[in-house]
């Protein structure tokens, strides 16, 4: 007679990492759904944030737009420009020096930082952007400007070509 042989058990936590990861993979193809189709009612509008209140660029090829939240702190000399994307996707400009004109983006001076699914990318030597602003009203705390540069993680060496702009009204 064979001894009888109980079922295998599967790894309770093997079960719940791949309930995890689905349901990971579902919200975020839903955030994304959710994002087209409340810009297909009106419920998001179908152009980047407003006159004062935008950050929008081109990363890689795709479109990036902080419409979930923008927010510009300055003191008249300079400032610093956060946007979200609904994604949860952030890029951040510093300005160091506000003044009309071409400003370079290195890593000592201005700066530009994209954090994506919680991985980051910023300037790294010996790489350069460019940060041309266009319109500075300090009196009217406002600022339109545009950027680019090549971003790079530092772990991976992977790299994010960006180029966007900003128009905002910072608050001190």
């Not at 079922?7 to 309770?12: G, L, T, V, W």
């Not at 902080?66 to 510009?72: D, I, K, L, T, W």
């Not at 003191?75 to 946007?83: E, K, W």
Request: proline share 4%.
């Amino acid at each position: 007679m064979h001894p009888l042989k109980a079922p295998k058990q599967k790894d309770p936590h093997m079960r719940i990492c791949i309930a995890l990861a689905s349901l990971a993979i579902t919200l975020t193809g839903c955030i994304k759904d959710a994002e087209e189709i409340a810009q297909d009612t009106g419920v998001l509008p179908s152009t980047c944030g407003t006159q004062g209140a935008r950050l929008q660029a081109n990363v890689n090829g795709s479109v990036y737009c902080a419409n979930g939240q923008v927010v510009a702190t300055g003191n008249g000399a300079s400032a610093v420009i956060t946007g979200v994307s609904l994604m949860g996707t952030t890029l951040i400009v510093q300005v160091d020096s506000l003044g009309l004109g071409a400003q370079p983006i290195t890593e000592a001076s201005n700066g530009l930082l994209y954090m994506e699914n919680g991985t980051s990318y910023t300037i790294m030597p010996p790489d350069q952007g460019q940060l041309n602003i266009t319109m500075l009203d300090t009196a009217a705390r406002a600022l339109t400007a545009s950027f680019s540069a090549t971003l790079r993680n530092e772990m991976s060496g992977s790299t994010r070509a960006v180029q966007g702009e900003l128009d905002v009204i910072w608050t001190e």
